[in-house]
């Protein structure tokens, strides 16, 4: 049995992609995955209890928030290394996260030698983000516009809401999409009208687009 340098806690609530994250970690003599959990209470409890070296983290938890998730964790162990393997946007969700307290993001799309080049980044102690987020990073550094820094004073919430507004989605399926009443979601789309000094609902998806738009999506 080997000895791993290295234990690796999965949050992801997919059978599938959990089962084939867990047998890749253990394929790789320097990792073992200590755990798998697909609940956020869950993932709480495994932490506590197995005090695994990095978490891999699906922001999607079923009905459960990811990123407060990750906030949770952070501030019940401020060491805890939690890198995101998500289907979400990275021009959209990286910065979130990484706010939030992760160490990195990468897109459940990658090949699985860019995850083990991800995680081994973060078990350095060091943050992962993709090439093409660098760059746009390097980009927004030295480039600004005030179209890309037009989302900035939204909450993590209020900018999945924005961005869905501007990719084209319905009221309703944003709904659907992030388990919030139609209410809720309209709170939301008021609150980002205020912030953003804008005239009415269509000139927030005006906007949204716009913002889309001048961030490389």
Not at 76 to 93: A, F, K, N
Not at 112 to 129: D, K, P, S
């Amino acid at each position: 049995m080997k000895t791993a340098a290295h234990s690796i806690l999965i949050v992801e609530d997919h059978p599938l992609y959990r089962e084939g994250l867990r047998g890749f970690i253990d394929a790789q003599a320097s990792l073992s995955c200590c755990g798998e959990a697909d609940s956020a209470q869950a993932a709480i409890e495994l932490v506590r209890r197995r005090k695994p070296d990095l978490v891999l983290l699906d922001l999607r938890l079923r009905r459960e928030d990811g990123m407060e998730l990750i906030k949770n964790l952070r501030t019940e162990h401020p060491s805890l290394r939690i890198l995101v393997v998500s289907q979400g946007d990275e021009t959209v969700y990286a910065e979130q996260v990484l706010r939030a307290g992760a160490v990195g993001y990468i897109m459940k799309e990658e090949a699985t030698e860019e995850l083990l080049n991800a995680i081994n980044q973060v078990l350095r102690g060091e943050l992962y983000v993709s090439r093409r987020l660098s760059a746009l990073v390097l980009k927004r550094f030295f480039g600004r516009t005030a179209r890309r820094d037009l989302a900035e004073g939204l909450t993590d919430r209020e900018l999945q809401v924005f961005q869905f507004l501007g990719s084209g989605m319905t009221m309703q399926e944003i709904s659907q999409h992030l388990h919030l009443s139609i209410k809720t979601v309209e709170t939301h789309r008021e609150n980002i009208k205020h912030k953003l000094k804008l005239q009415d609902a269509a000139a927030v998806v005006q906007a949204a687009r716009a913002w889309l738009q001048s961030v490389g999506r």
